[in-house]
């Protein structure tokens, strides 16, 4: 057996915009092709509605984990300008305060100091951002890089079933939109929960239970709105 250890808690950033993404762009844009498909609407307005789907849901999802990110940012900023105040002002009390955590983790109060001391000397600001505040540098905010990669993974996740309802006209559309949908989202959720350490199958199963219950309110929506406009 190896002595080594693959942690997974790194991942836990990109991983979860990823899965999420991905995830809203199968069960939105699936969700969404069905509902019109079950309201009788000619193909090319099917797919019509699938595309407008995937650019406004990349859309929103850029500009949802951009603001959101940005105010975790704002936070972040904020709580360390408060840092760097009281370190300027009073050293003394941020040093004794550094100590004080390291000593309730287990070191003696002695050591405690002294650590505190040489971590302070190296990078005052730092070593209270991470210890006391808990912000670690590869896990800081980045608004950017978080819409770019949440409407990405939302783009390809949302091209899957568009592509098969372009392939698939007719009345075989809906069946196979929903089958094949819920085949990728099984998929998905499987490598998400091996990305992250899980069971695959309680993976597979999480996400293609809510993706059927949306198709299925959305095909029911769909065919009531079809018999009635």
Known sequence: MSRYKIHRSHRTGWLRAAVLGANDGIVSTASLIIGVASAQAMHADILIAGVAGLVAGAMSMAAGEYVSVSSQSDTEQADLELEKDSLKNDFEFELNELANIYEKRGLESDLALQVAKQLMAHDALGAHARDELGLAENARA????????????????AVLPLLVAWNMPGTQLIPIVAVSSLAFLAILGSLAAHAGGAAMSVGAIRVTFWGALAMGLTATVGRLLGVTV
């Open 142 to 157: 980045r608004p950017i890089q978080a819409a770019l990669f949440s409407a990405g993974a939302f783009t390809l996740g």
